[in-house]
């Protein structure tokens, strides 16, 4: 209840600041204030709506509004937050430059007031000489209709100039911050909505094809140039159709592998709800075989229901346990989210007691989890998990969860190979890490 309470508070938090950016202070028309203060808050709820809607299966038609608007809604607080210096700076220069004018002018006005008073003072003392001649009288006329056509202090500008102390207006009564917040507002709408066009696009296309090769030490002369597919994060769901796992599958085929790693979630939605979808995993072809772990999406779809699926589409369910393929290991734990189901990994029984003249190729859905199969003497994990980040920057936050985000790393000595995944989760949006598939080749040294 805390977190999701936290969830809620930031939420609430990231609308209410794009509100002020992108609706407050650019309308000041009562009308456009008053739709604000209901569309605001109206998307504010969508979000949560949404991700329990779709979670529970409630509500799976919120899934596209839903989605693309927390898509949209993350690229305005990334384009607004990179355009807050600028707006700083700007301001400040305005702020400065008002000063600087008012200081100028104030200045003119006291060197204008100056020569008003030396003029009258001139005036008098010609007065005084004439006096005698013709007397005070037109002396204090001349002085006085100086005085008034010339007042102490008053400025030369129009009377109806507004005042810029702020520098929030120009001398032609322009609001200079209204234009700031509207070409702000305007800018930072185009970009996030061209970027999430973008991301749409890239994620509902074709998965790439990622080539790598990586040399075993332990790697059987036989067993040279074995092909490893390697395919992740295919989230079958509201948002998918049969199509989006045809495609995967005629791309994998297209390799012709000679083993498929399926590594984990795979589904985010009940075999009952999604399992016309995944029939096309029955068509995967491989020389040894494909072979499937689970994921931390399969443990909120429920993975016994699952784990019985993939087996009968001829997938080969992994279970904390390990094949022999031509001296060479394929290994491969449960995820993590397993725990708490009492279906956690447990690499001893996967990997322990083996022959460690073989080489081992561990597939585990979170990288992270190479820490824990260090000790065993991994050779190789291909893992999934992160999606690259799927929206850039995002990528830079899940690095502060998992080593490796994307492509080959190492760690505590473990040859770690991290694939993009082939699908989305939740905003069928990708920016910055395309949907891949990736073929690793195995070489002898």
């Not at 569309?39 to 038609?61: C, N, Q, S």
């Not at 207006?169 to 999430?196: E, S």
């Not at 985010?268 to 709800?273: F, I, Y």
Request: hydrophobic share 45%.
């Amino acid at each position: 209840m805390v977190f999701v309470g936290l969830v809620f508070i930031v939420i609430g938090l990231i609308h209410f600041y794009l509100w002020k950016r992108l609706l407050k202070d650019p309308i000041r028309s009562r009308w456009g204030r008053r739709a604000a203060a209901v569309v605001a808050p109206t998307l504010a709820l969508l979000v949560p709506a949404t991700l329990i809607g779709t979670r529970t299966g409630h509500a799976e038609w919120l899934a596209w509004p839903g989605y693309l608007w927390l898509a949209l809604m993350f690229y305005l607080l990334v384009t607004l937050i990179l355009l807050e210096i600028p707006r700083a700076v700007v301001l400040r220069w305005w702020k400065l430059r008002s000063r600087t004018q008012e200081n100028a002018r104030n200045e003119t006005d006291g060197d204008r007031a100056a020569t008003q008073s030396d003029m009258r003072d001139s005036v008098a003392l010609k007065a005084g000489i004439s006096g005698h001649r013709e007397g005070f009288g037109n002396a204090a006329e001349m002085a006085g209709a100086t005085a008034e056509s010339n007042p102490v202090g008053v400025q030369d500008r129009p009377a109806d100039q507004p005042g810029n102390a702020d520098g929030e207006q120009r001398a032609d009564g322009v609001d200079r911050r209204l234009v700031l917040a509207r070409g702000m507002a305007i800018f930072a709408g185009l970009t996030a909505a061209g970027i999430t066009g973008y991301g749409v696009k890239t994620a509902l296309g074709a998965p790439q094809l990622d080539r790598f090769s990586l040399p075993l030490a332990k790697l059987p002369r036989g067993m040279d140039q074995t092909r490893l597919a390697v395919v992740s994060d295919i989230h079958l769901g509201p948002l998918t159709g049969t199509r989006h796992l045809e495609r995967i599958v005629d791309l994998i085929n297209s390799v012709q592998a000679d083993i498929v790693c399926v590594v984990g979630d795979l589904v985010d939605g009940s075999v009952a709800e999604l399992g016309r979808f995944a029939a096309p995993l029955a068509d995967i072809e491989s020389r040894h075989g494909a072979y499937f772990v689970t994921g931390n999406h399969e443990y909120y779809s429920g993975y016994e229901p699952w784990v019985e699926e993939v087996s009968r589409l001829g997938v080969r369910p992994l279970r904390n346990e390990r094949v022999e393929i031509n001296g060479l290991d394929l290994a491969g734990v449960n995820d993590l989210g397993g725990t708490q189901y009492g279906d956690g990994p447990d690499f001893a029984k996967a990997l322990g007691d083996r022959d460690s003249a073989r080489p081992v190729v561990l597939m585990a859905h979170q990288p992270v989890v190479a820490h824990d199969a260090a000790p065993f003497g991994v050779d190789l994990q291909v893992s999934g998990h992160t999606h690259g980040g799927q929206m850039a920057p995002f990528n830079l936050l899940v690095k502060l969860q998992q080593p490796v985000v994307s492509g080959f790393g190492t760690v505590d000595g473990v040859p770690v190979y991290v694939t993009n995944g082939a699908g989305f989760w939740g905003p069928p949006v990708r920016v910055g890490a395309p949907p891949q598939v990736t073929v690793i080749e195995l070489r002898t040294v």
